[in-house]
């Protein structure tokens, strides 16, 4: 659900200082300038925040492809729409129980729905490290070659994820 007043910021913890200060302190600002939207999982109770994800608008330098995926996009000088993961993490009392997952594939289902409203090409991210980046390409992301630990996936991928998982019991 969307970031509220209700929920108890102050409490998360994943162990990443940006991470944990982001939610505590910028999440709400960043929601209501409309520069990005925070949605959390709640797990035990209405208020404790077991993870968070972080979406907002962005824009893809084609230049930052592969080239046999840039010659299948429109060369604008501003470059291609995508969606911005820009922060996701789960709670330390949370990890290994399947959260990462359940919050990234909420995150590429809105960013795919979305894209009837506002067209998105990708979805990018920035891995905080090793880890996050090897977690995010288990689901298909790669990497940026011109900017390491940044990732994307394209839109169609996310697709086909989205619908398997609609698909699942």
């Known amino acids: 659900e969307?970031?509220?007043?209700?929920?108890?910021?102050?409490?998360?913890?994943?162990?990443?200082?940006?991470?944990?200060g982001y939610l505590r302190i910028l999440a709400s600002q960043h929601g209501r300038k409309k520069i990005s939207t925070t949605t959390v999982l709640l797990v035990d109770d209405a208020a404790r925040i077991a993870g968070y994800h972080t979406l907002s608008s962005a824009r893809l330098d084609l230049g930052q492809l592969p080239p046999a995926l840039v010659k299948r996009y429109p060369r604008y000088a501003e470059g291609i729409p995508a969606t911005l993961l820009g922060r996701l993490a789960v709670d330390s009392g949370y990890r290994g129980k399947g959260w990462g997952e359940a919050l990234l594939l909420n995150a590429l289902e809105r960013s795919y729905l979305a894209t009837s409203v506002v067209a998105s090409a990708f979805v990018i991210v920035r891995a905080i490290d090793a880890e996050a980046s090897r977690f995010y390409e288990r689901y298909g992301f790669k990497e940026l070659s011109a900017s390491p630990g940044r990732l994307f996936i394209t839109m169609k991928?996310?697709?086909?994820?989205?619908?398997a998982g609609r698909k699942s019991p």
Do not use: N, W
């Open 157 to 163: 991928t996310v697709q086909a994820l989205v619908t």
């Open 2 to 20: 969307p970031l509220g007043p209700q929920h108890d910021r102050a409490a998360f913890s994943c162990g990443v200082p940006e991470l944990d």
